[in-house]
């Protein structure tokens, strides 16, 4: 006799827990096929509201982290992605991608996880500088997290869109509110349970799952949304940037196509450069 | 916090100097060599404007007609843009190391004309001439001179990766440092091949215009600089053309929103350089003398018209008393008059509707409860001047602590705690720069860190350099300006 299987109710991570929607919305996502596979949180601009307080809450503390620790939790996060690869090549699969392009996603995934894990402790050096002003001053310019980063992935792919998005912004120390891709949202609450095993600490980044039309309105306006970055064509980058010139809000779009997050020119120094701000000190020498 | 009090202690001491023998006047009297009459600068040459209309630019010391400013409608704009339009790819394609003569040139023929410049600024815009010729122009100068050295270099500016130039870059600049802004905002675009079409504010035009006859002498292609003069609607033609492939605009957060907005459905770059309220935070061990200079320098310098000024002071309650005793001296010896003298420390507020904001301003934080001090002193018949003004008893809901004045009010508020101060100094929606004054280098070193601004100055303030990255955090704006850092926001990367 056939066992009957347990099925997962899926959550989503926010502040380190994994919860439904305030709203006990969901909807419901099929597989490749067609059948019913599982009912998602329908995340409300409450929710999204929530996940920015944890957001915030977390980000002093992951700020003043050392880079080098910084550097080693992302490349714990590759570490448990590596080992869960299996299941999530699986879930990419299951909900249309083909097994050739998921296997390849998933290892891109992991090594661009490993590439920002090494940015950590190496972007101040590029990014930062000692100016040579005509005064007796030590004058330096460090970079800084802006703080709460909005991130909205791309539909497509699901999980290399929302991983290439998120590394960069949290390898500099912000922290993240993401929106996960509408269509094939079940692998972000994979990632979810890895970076609840991973040693990133709780809020550093919140996943949500539900509707661009809903939340993406939010993510324009909330002004602790330091910044957004963000997977949006038309009406969507208008509502953006229009929300965002009322808290003179950072806006970032990745005009990326699918097969681009693949490549090699879908990371580097200039996303990490997108999210930090500049500080420029006046420190007097000698008396 | 209590302000001092006349019975606590020794009663504070009275500078007299001032008050028995006044200053003769040391005019200034250098010819500006205006003209009566100034046209658009586009393509090159100076064309009159297809709108047909002038406005006047006014003395804000004597409220005397200096000149007449060609008013650019939409069609001058257009103009601007396709002159800077097809001068861009020969300038781009320049090599860098010529592209960077031409601004060694400018910052050459700007120093040779340095007082006649100062003079010209000072006129139109109301600074003291000691400012205009100590710092507004020399700064300015030395702004083309770095930048001018970085054309051939821009393969350095970004580790990994190539530079190359926008497009046409539309610049609008604020009249509080009209040479200064135009020289930060030019260069750099220049500097990475980019051409520009820039409008100076209304009520400080004619430097922008005399550094075109210096950009003609310069021998500078037709096109890579156009000016085009106006107010507000010129502005937002500027900001909104389409041939624009950035935009950076200086000035008040509220119009800087208003950029934002207008250009919400384009991808327009854009660099923001808005409004501030710098905390200048003195703590009980600072050397006190110096930073009672700080303050002074860090509020009253160019009237207070400093997007960047400390214009919220915070001190540490155990020395609160001192610092504002002298800082009370201090004032009542600073002369506010004609801009055109030399010992002038105050020069004319830059224009009757700023000065009606400023008095708004007080009249609010009087009405509000803050107590306020202004020094006797005797103000110009004519013009515009508003005397230096203390608030004491202010406190962190008062509007005076949260709105920008842009004028010559400090708004003192105490503190006790280092995390106290930092609180404080963050409580505002601005982030643009903060002022830190303590004899601990350790100390220095916390403050900067945890302040939210883009420059934090240490027994200093309002200091510049065109090495040295400027920009805000917040709702201070975004990009930077100055340094390789300033560079790159006029280039894309591949």
Not at chain 1, 242 to 259: I, M, N, P, Q, T
Not at chain 2, 55 to 73: H, Q, T, V, Y
Not at chain 2, 160 to 185: D, E, R, Y
Not at chain 2, 422 to 451: C, F, H, Q
Request: with cysteine.
């Amino acid at each position: 006799m056939s066992r009957l299987p347990i099925t997962k109710t899926p959550k989503v991570y926010i502040g380190g827990a994994f919860v439904r929607s305030e709203s006990a919305r969901t909807f419901k996502v099929a597989d490749a096929a067609g059948a019913f596979y599982a009912n998602i949180p329908q995340c409300t601009r409450k929710d999204l509201r929530n996940a920015v307080e944890a957001a915030a809450k977390a980000g002093p503390g992951w700020a003043k982290r050392t880079a080098y620790n910084r550097a080693q939790i992302l490349y714990r996060l590759a570490e448990m992605l590596e080992a869960r690869s299996g299941e999530l090549v699986q879930s990419l699969v299951r909900f249309g991608a083909r097994e050739a392009d998921a296997s390849r996603g998933m290892a891109v995934g992991v090594d661009r996880l490993i590439h920002y894990a090494g940015w950590c402790d190496k972007y101040e050096q590029l990014l930062g500088s000692v100016n040579p002003v005509a005064s007796a001053h030590f004058n330096f310019t460090v970079t800084e997290p802006m703080g709460v980063v909005g991130v909205i992935a791309p539909d497509s792919p699901p999980l290399l869109g929302l991983l290439s998005m998120i590394a960069p912004v949290i390898a500099s120390g912000n922290t993240v509110v993401a929106l996960a891709s509408e269509t094939v949202p079940y692998p972000s609450i994979l990632l979810g349970e890895m970076l609840a095993t991973s040693d990133l600490p709780g809020g550093v980044v919140n996943l949500l799952t539900g509707f661009r039309r809903e939340l993406i309105p939010t993510f324009a306006t909330h002004t602790h949304i330091r910044a957004v970055y963000a997977v949006a064509q038309g009406d969507d980058r208008r509502v953006l940037r229009l929300g965002a010139a009322e808290s003179v809000k950072r806006v970032r779009f990745a005009d990326k196509g699918r097969a681009q997050w693949f490549e090699a020119s879908a990371q580097g120094l200039d996303a990490v450069r997108d999210f930090v701000e500049l500080k420029t000190t006046w420190h007097p020498i000698g008396s | 916090m209590a302000a001092p009090r006349k019975s606590a202690g020794r009663p504070s001491p009275r500078l007299i100097f001032g008050d028995l023998w006044d200053f003769d006047p040391a005019p200034e009297s250098a010819d500006p060599k205006l003209k009566a009459r100034y046209d658009l600068f586009i393509g090159g040459r100076f064309v009159r404007p297809r709108s047909g209309r002038t406005f006047d630019s006014i003395n804000p010391g004597n409220e005397r007609k200096l000149a007449e400013i060609a008013l650019a409608g939409p069609a001058d704009v257009n103009a601007a843009y396709a002159a800077a339009a097809k001068a861009f790819r020969p300038w781009a394609a320049l090599p860098g190391r010529e592209r960077g003569k031409y601004l060694f040139r400018i910052a050459r023929l700007l120093q040779d004309r340095a007082r006649e410049f100062a003079v010209a600024e000072t006129l139109d815009g109301g600074k003291p001439i000691r400012e205009s010729r100590d710092f507004d122009v020399p700064m300015a100068a030395a702004h083309f001179f770095y930048h001018a050295g970085w054309a051939d270099k821009l393969e350095y500016v970004v580790p990994g990766a190539s530079v190359s130039p926008l497009g046409v870059v539309g610049q609008v600049i604020p009249w509080n440092f009209p040479l200064l802004m135009l020289a930060w905002k030019l260069a750099p675009a220049l500097a990475m091949g980019n051409c520009v079409v820039l409008k100076p504010a209304e009520t400080t035009s004619i430097t922008a215009l005399k550094l075109a006859e210096i950009l003609v002498d310069a021998g500078l292609p037709p096109g890579v600089v156009n000016f085009v003069t106006g107010a507000g609607e010129t502005g937002a033609a500027v900001m909104g053309h389409p041939g624009a492939a950035k935009v950076a605009f200086t000035g008040s957060t509220a119009v800087g929103k208003a950029i934002m907005r207008q250009l919400a459905g384009t991808d327009r770059r854009m660099t923001m350089e808005l409004g501030g309220k710098a905390a200048n935070i003195v703590f009980d061990d600072a050397p006190i003398d110096q930073a009672v200079e700080g303050i002074v320098d860090g509020i009253f310098f160019n009237q207070g018209h400093v997007c960047c000024a400390g214009s919220r002071l915070l001190v540490q309650e155990g020395v609160a008393d001192l610092v504002i005793s002298k800082l009370r001296n201090r004032i009542r010896v600073l002369r506010v008059g004609d801009p055109m003298d030399k010992n002038t420390d105050l020069g004319a507020i830059n224009s009757r509707e700023q000065l009606a904001t400023i008095r708004r301003l007080v009249a609010a934080g009087v009405r509000e409860g803050a107590s306020m001090y202004q020094p006797p002193c005797v103000l110009p018949e004519k013009g515009y001047y508003y005397p230096p003004t203390l608030f004491t008893g202010v406190t962190q809901s008062h509007r005076i602590a949260r709105e920008e004045i842009f004028g010559p009010v400090l708004s003192i508020l105490t503190f006790r705690t280092v995390d106290e101060a930092i609180e404080k100094a963050n409580n505002t929606p601005y982030g643009l720069s903060a002022g830190v004054w303590t004899d601990k280098g350790s100390r220095i070193l916390r403050m900067s860190t945890e302040l939210k601004a883009g420059v934090v100055w240490a027994n200093t303030f309002n200091r510049f350099d065109p090495s040295s990255p400027f920009g805000g955090y917040k709702e201070s704006g975004f990009g930077r300006e100055g340094g390789r850092q300033g560079l790159l926001d006029y280039a894309s990367t591949a």
